[in-house]
Each structure stands twice: as structure tokens, then as C-alpha cells.
């Protein structure tokens, strides 16, 4: 049964893992079907709407490819990126844009405490006016980045993991050390290591998250990974070394993200538009990272890894010393040798969004693939 | 016979009753297919383009997806909002951007004077390049809403009328009440009195147009409602009381809109650049509006309405007192009873704009709903 | 033999002669194909991403509507037009939208010695990911305006003086002015003189290129015009009179762009951020323009043309006296007579995109063109 079928992708944690293997396996099939040259139009016509809160280059890309892929016309809301809406602005405009569209992509992940919270009143509002019969259909919201998760990333993430050693099932007991390592920015959302230490610790990984202090985590995240890593008998971390995680693991993900309490102060100085203190604010914040510069991922912590072999993992684009920053997440040597896998691990995106589409509009997304592989049809047709 | 085949639609009162039903009756009928699940698609590939010299969410949705439902691409032509551009330069660009276009649906309602002319300029231009044979077909123009209609709104809510009263035959010797209401904003266009007044008063209905001294219409308008009531056997009559247009009506529609003296003045400002008078004028705007703080749809109004039960009518977004400013348009209640009439309200504008299109491209458009009927093509296959 | 087949389109120049004819033929055949209302598309899905790094209109349409006449959906990549990115970043982001992707557009005209090297980074990272497996398949790059070469408007000149002179090898011996002339603007960019110069001179035309001391092009187009003026039995000769290069000519190309030096300069100083030197640049190159307001397109010197009559030639928009400007490129009744003339030539221009499309994606495009001259369906059904 597709528990998926008219509904939304939010959070992974609120999906059970066959939900999730569906989802992958849906986009591995989309994968093969597309490297083949196949057509996996499903849609006559069909809107695919974004609402990007924050500038975004690839999964903007990733979305539109995704919609494209299964034949839906793409379509930008242009909401301002400053403004916190809500209550009768969001409800009315959720339906004002809902009359012929299936999919509904959200990225707002500036404000900790608000993007869930705004996709959640949109997916509300999608809900009534389809229970009122105003929309003849209920489009699905899918997360393209919130506060909380970052649900295309990471589910990309862990298909790259799948193919890197060999399919879900050899996660088990793999060591993934995700790790904060330092850039010269503030302010970069938690929910890419928040997503990813909720979703691997589901499949058996042994997760270390490393930070330094009062880089932590979301707590509602922390609780989750536990738990998940407790029922999948795998294991779930913390500590406050990049060189202690990197300890054996298989795979790394050595990546920047804010304090939770910048994140915050941030959120409630933007709202009330305070200026001069968001630029203090950014200054403390950077005066902090800066404190630790040799959280970078290179070659002597490299080696400290399974057979000096991790497979290293990043949502990209990466802060690379000496090539976009003086001091960065990652040094040129280690990125260099892993930059084409880092490409690969994003190519699963546009696929993950498309299976996310095809669970939440059709009853029988496995049929409908089955379809589309028997009829063969050459997506470059004359 | 056809009418509309191969031409444009700047303005309802251009166009005789026999067109108009046509073009409600074939929004319906792709209305019903859709909301069927079946496709409506008529173009295998094709352009509609859109211009928007004023920012837009909805009619833009509203373009877009209607195009989309036929099978046209959406692409958006990126004029400057504040240039009023004639001659050479429009004349151009329309034939620049006409050459795989079926239709172009243009917003430019924010100088008096100037939005309906400037549509004409384009469809001329238009007109002349396919004359001469430089574009193999001739795209239509649709008014998204200049400064003297709003069509794809009147005709929406003249369909919701429709479907709230029985029919269309049911509108004659029906009440409404089109009435100004206060806003806490300045310089919203006329065209949907301006629109409404005249279209309605087609069908029989007897119109009341209330507003404060100095808030009335463009007298070409006020003039073609007269005659049209005339014709129909309606009636239009204007007066200076919400509460007297409100007496017994069947419907209201209460709505602010800027003075016309104020509209022609701030084009001429916003013309000669003249930034500081702008804000003076916009001070002065304000402050007039404020001397009509109680003409705001509430209970006690609406409870004179026929049988206290008047539907209520808006074009969205209104300004709800207590909900988006503090003294608004409408009250809290009043509009939270109705929010969901609003937007099934709203819904018939992708259908209507559709509706258009077919029209003005099929010299047959019955034929095609019907042939689309029969096809009964899934929208989603797989 | 298709040699453009899963290759780029960057400059006429390195193509050759046999593969120009066959964009322009196949150009040809899906013009008729469009004008006849039958069906061009061969995409059931995929993208046709532009990337603009300056100000367009009608490029950008023309790119849109030929991606959209295939049946690829369009994407605009937002990069800012101000940055003059390399090496990683262009790299990565290459990738991050090539994974579904046909076709990549790219205008880069503003900075001379960049526009064209920048193209062919995006180039050779799409290749190096397609070599690595991770692109499935390996998007095209097709040059929308360079530093150096505009070949989508060359050869919709070359499409358009061929309809104009009966065909491609009536070309020979005729004799073409491309002429600086008079813009009370600076900056315009070198291409289009380039890109026509280098185009004609392979048909055996006799071009003569004039300009006033000190707006000389790029020395390596000079040299290439040159080149093929030899091969091809025609002539390239540079003069600094406008009537000069008028006498006897069968058309004229007179269009204002700035001198080498100053776009130099200018690249210069925007990498610079030097705003105050740009603002004086921008003041000297205007006063030294104003010296040569006598290089005007007007009927004066058409007269000196071969029987008075020969075609005007523009890219559009064209500065044109008394009506865009006080001083321009050309007088309003030279421009007047040839205005619709100049539509036809811009309206090839969409066909020059498809065409490139097709012959870069497939490897028969004949045949694919055959087969929908065959199939003959109509774009519009029901």
C-alpha cells in the first residue's frame, strides 16, 4: 500500500521505512528509465508550483527537472523572502494557486521555528479547500528545505550511500560521521545535518555527529535519531571532535551550520526588523566559527577513516580552502579527488523529487513505472 | 457563429450577450472535464505569453494555468512597471515576441488612460505583422485588467453568479449592490467596478453602484451600464449610501478603489517623475479614504441585505478588518462566512481565461470541447 | 555526415560550411513546418535552460519559443550579471543543471576576453561530466551572444539576405556594407559586427566593413574574415567612410557598437568596482561618439546604393532619429521602408535556435525533419 498516496513530504521522520524504500526504489526506476533515453511523461498537462523563500540554484533545478521529467508545467510564486506570512494571506493564497496544480515544492528554511510551521499552514490550507470542494484536487506539498529537514537532500543522500556500497541493506553497521567543519558564513540552516542524522540512523548506521560547542542540533532531531537508531540497531553519537568521528567511518559529511541560538536571535531580529544588531549578530557569529578553523576535512583526518578510504558526502556547493575561501570545509586535495562522486550524489535529486510526485498522485506509483518501462517510449521521439 | 475567432478581448462591452454566454459555456464545460480528471489539452506545443506592468499572484495563476490546461508554455515578457513605453517600441516588441504565439494576456491597469490603450497598441501591432505576413498567425490579446475592465474577474464573477442563483436566466430582476468600501491603502485600479457595472447589467440584474462623493467611475462606463440596463430590462442606478445599495440586495460586492481624479493625477506625477508629489498625493489619498471609515460590509449592513442573506462577492484579496488592517473592506465575521464562496469564486478565472483561448484560436470551439469530451483522455496516465 | 551532432554552437568560424548550410536548411524546413500549423515537437520531456548574463528580450525569446517548438520546457538560470565567475563554481553549477537538460543558452556579451571563454568552461565541464558517467547525456551549448560572436543572429541574417536574394548562392558577388554608425549610447557590444562579417565573407560575398578611427573589432575576427573571403572567392576590405562602403552596395548593416578599447577598459573597471572611472569612461566614450553624428543610415547615402535599393539589414532594436533618439543609427524613413522587412529577419531567429537544437540532439536531423513534414499533425487539435 502507498501510504504517500494524497499526501504531503515534510519531514522523513514522520514516514515509515518501507514508505521511504518506496520512495527510492520509485526513484532509482525513474533513474534508469530516463539514463535509457525512456519517456516517463505521466501528465497530459499539470502545474509543478515552487515557492523558494530562499535563493536556491540547484534544488530550484532539481524541482523543475523533476516536474519536467513526468510532464508538469513549472510555475514560480514570487513571495517576497523577508516577510512572514501567515493566517489568512497564507490560506488564501495556498488555494489561489491550488486550482490546477499537483505539486506545491517549498523551500523556507531562514527562520528556525517558522518554515515547517509555513508549510504545514499551506498543506492545511490545501486540505479544507479541497474537503470544501473548492480545489477539485488536493496538491501534495513537498519540502524542498525547511527549518527542521531538507527531505530531497538527504533521501538523494542516503541513494548515494545505497550505490556506494551496494544497495540499503549493507548500511547496516556503517560508520557516518556527520561532522560540522568551518566556513567563513554565518547563518546556514541546520536542517541538511538534521535531516541526515534522523534518516541514516533508520537504516542501521552507526551516525556520529560532531560539533563544537553550542553548535548542537535542533533537540526535537537529537531525540529522533536516537530513537530511530535504537529501533534499527544502529547507533546515534554526539561528540565535540571532527578527528573522534572520523574514527573508521565509512563516510564522512563534513559540512557548516549555525547555532541553533544565532539561528534564533536571528529569526527574532529580522522580524523585528533590528538592522544594526543582525550586523553584530553576524559579526559575533563569525568571530565564533572563526575560533574553529581546523574543523576542515583533509587529508590527515582522512586517513584517520576506514582503510583511509571515506567516502565523502556534501549537499554542495562546499566551502573549499583555497579554492572558494581561504579557510573552508574541506580542503582542494580531498574535495578534488571526490568531486565527480559529490556531482553523482546530487544527480539523484531531480529523481528523488519526481518519485516524491509520482507516491503522492498516483495509488499505484509501482504499476504506473512498470507502464512506463514496457512502453519504452524514446523521450527524443521525430 | 463564432465571434471571437482570431480576435481579442480588451473589454466586455465590445462583444455581444450571444459571445459571452459562449465563452461561460465553454469554461464551464472545461471546468467539468477537469474536474474529471480529463485532459484538455488542444496544443501540441505554442506560446502564451504574458506582460504584467503591475505585480500579480493571482491573475498571473490564473493566466498561467489556463494556459497550461490547453497545452501552451508560459513565458513572461519583462517590461519595466514604471515606463509607459508607446510607438515604435511596442510595435516592435509585439512582433518580436508574436512569432509562436498563440495568445498574450496583458495586466496594465496602473495609469488611467493608458492600460486599455496601450493593449490596442500591441494587438494592432499584431494585427499589422500578420497582415503583412511576418507572423504566420496573429496572437490574440486578453486584458488581464487595464485601467477600464478587468474581464477574466468580471466574467468569473459573473459565473459564480450564475452558479449561485441557477443559471444565468436567473440573474434578471436580481439586486446587487456594487459598492466602494474603505482600505487602508490608495491608487486600487477601477477596472472591477468599472467591470462588473457593465457586465452585469446584461443580464437583467439591477445594479446599484454606491460610493462617497468624488469616488465615481469613468463616465464611459457609467454610460455603457446605463444602456445595457436599459436593453436587458435591468437596471443601474448609482447612489452615495452603502446601506441604500445594500437594501434588499441579492448580492454585494463591496471593494475599494481610488478616485479618478487621483488615478489621472498620479499618472501624471509618476510621468514627470515627480516623487515627492507622489507621496503628498498618496497622504491626501489616505486621508480622504479615512473620512469613509464606515463603509465597511459588516453584520448590521449585510442584515438589510434580502433575507439577511445577500452572497457576498470580492475579487480577492480584501482587506478584512481585524485580520489584515484595522479597518477594512470587511468585517471579520461577515467575511469568514463567505471566505469559501470567495474561492470558488476565484476558481473560474483559470477556466475563464482558458475559455478564451479556445475562442479566439478554434473557429469551431464546440466542437473541440466536444471532441475532448469524447476522447476522455486521463490527465495523469502513466 | 551531421557534425554538430552532441556538440556545441559557440562561433559560425568553426564550423563548416557544409554544417552552416544544414542548420539553415533544417531552419528552413521547420519555418515551413510552423507556417504550415504543423507540429515540430520531437521532445515528449526535457529542458532547455538559458542563462543571461545581460539585459534580453528578444533573444531570450527566440531561444524559448525554438526550445518550445521542439517540446522542451524552458528554465532561466538567475546568475547575477554582475559577477565574472570561474573554475569551481562554474564547473559545479554546469553540472547541477545538466542533468536533464538538452539544451544550454548562454548571452555573456558585456565583458570582452570573458563571454566566450565562460561558454566554454560551461562546455568542458558538461563534458567532463558526461565522460564520468554522471550526465546521462551531454546538454549542447549554444552561444546566445558572446564577446565575439551573436551566431543566431548572423545566421538568421544569412537566412533572411537568401529569401531576400533567392537563395544561398545568389549571395556571391553582392556586395554588403556593415557600418558603425551613431548611438547616443555606449558600450554595445562587438558581436554583431563580428559575427557578420565572418559569416558573409563565406559566401563570396564582398563585405565591406566601415567604422571610424578607433572602433575597430577584435583582430582575430578581422583576420578570420579575411581568411574566408579568400577561400570563398568574395572580399573583406575595411574603410572609415560610411559612403564609401555604401557605393554600390546591395545591403547595409549599419549599427553603432563601441570601441575595443574602451569595452577593455570597461571590463576592467567593473572587476574593479572603479563605479566613479566607469561613470567618466561612460562620459568620454559618449563625447567621442558625438563626433561622428554624421554616420546615419539616411536616404542620402541609400542613395548611393545600387539602384538606390539596397536592404536595410538590423538586429533590432535600432536607434532610430527623431524616433528613439534626437541622433541615431539610422533617419525614420530609411528605417520606416525596411521596418517590416527587419521582422522577417528577426523572425528566423526562433528557427535558428530549433535548428541548432536539432542538429546538435540528433544525429539525422533530415530525417527527423521528414519524418514530421510526414507525420503532418497539426500543432493546434482538439
Request: proline share 3%; aromatic share 6%.
Amino acid at each position: 500500500m502507498n501510504r504517500l498516496h494524497n499526501g504531503d513530504f515534510l519531514l522523513t521522520w514522520e514516514h515509515d521505512v518501507a514508505t521511504l524504500r518506496a520512495v527510492l526504489d520509485t526513484a532509482e526506476a525513474l533513474e534508469d528509465l530516463a539514463r535509457a533515453g525512456l519517456s516517463c511523461r505521466v501528465f497530459e498537462t499539470g502545474l509543478g508550483l515552487s515557492i523558494f523563500r530562499d535563493h536556491s540554484t540547484r534544488t530550484r533545478y532539481a524541482f523543475r527537472s523533476g516536474c519536467n521529467l513526468l510532464g508538469l508545467m513549472t510555475e514560480e510564486l514570487d513571495e517576497s523572502t523577508s516577510q512572514i506570512a501567515h493566517g489568512e494571506t497564507v490560506r488564501e493564497t495556498a488555494t489561489m494557486v491550488g486550482f490546477l496544480t499537483e505539486v506545491i515544492g517549498i523551500r523556507d528554511d531562514m527562520f528556525l521555528g517558522e518554515g515547517d510551521r509555513y508549510q504545514r499552514e499551506v498543506a492545511t490550507a490545501l486540505e479544507e479547500g479541497h474537503k470544501a470542494g473548492v480545489l477539485a484536487q488536493r496538491p501534495a506539498v513537498i519540502n524542498l528545505q525547511s527549518d527542521l529537514d531538507h527531505p530531497t537532500q538527504s533521501m538523494a543522500d542516503l541513494m548515494h550511500l545505497a550505490s556506494l556500497f551496494g544497495g540499503l541493506d549493507n548500511l547496516k553497521g556503517k560508520k557516518l560521521a556527520m561532522s560540522w567543519a568551518h566556513s567563513p558564513s554565518y547563518g546556514k540552516p541546520l536542517s541538511v545535518p538534521q535531516g541526515v542524522v534522523t534518516l541514516m540512523t533508520r537504516f542501521g548506521m552507526n551516525v556520529v555527529l560532531a560539533h563544537p560547542p553550542g553548535y548542537g542540533l535542533v533537540e526535537e532531531t537529537l531525540e529522533t535519531a536516537r530513537r530511530f537508531a535504537a529501533e534499527s540497531g544502529g547507533s546515534f553519537t554526539v561528540v565535540d571532535s571532527m578527528a573522534e568521528a572520523f574514527q573508521d567511518a565509512d563516510a564522512v559529511y563534513p559540512k557548516s551550520w549555525a547555532p541553533v541560538m544565532v539561528m534564533l536571535e536571528r529569526t527574532r531580529l529580522l522580524r523585528a526588523g533590528e538592522t544594526d544588531k543582525l550586523k553584530e549578530l553576524e559579526r559575533e557569529a563569525l568571530a565564533t566559527n572563526a575560533r574553529f578553523l581546523d574543523w576542515e576535512c583533509n587529508d590527515a583526518l582522512m586517513a584517520r577513516t576506514r582503510g583511509g578510504k571515506a567516502a565523502y558526502l556534501h549537499c554542495l556547493p562546499a566551502d573549499v580552502t583555497d579554492v572558494s575561501c581561504s579557510a573552508g570545509e574541506v580542503s582542494a586535495a580531498v574535495f578534488e579527488r571526490s568531486r565527480l562522486d559529490t556531482y553523482r550524489e546530487a544527480g539523484h535529486k531531480p529523481f528523488i523529487v519526481a518519485a516524491l510526485i509520482l507516491l503522492t498522485r498516483f495509488a499505484d506509483p509501482t504499476e504506473v513505472v512498470n507502464r512506463l518501462a514496457k512502453a519504452a517510449r524514446p523521450r527524443r521521439a521525430g
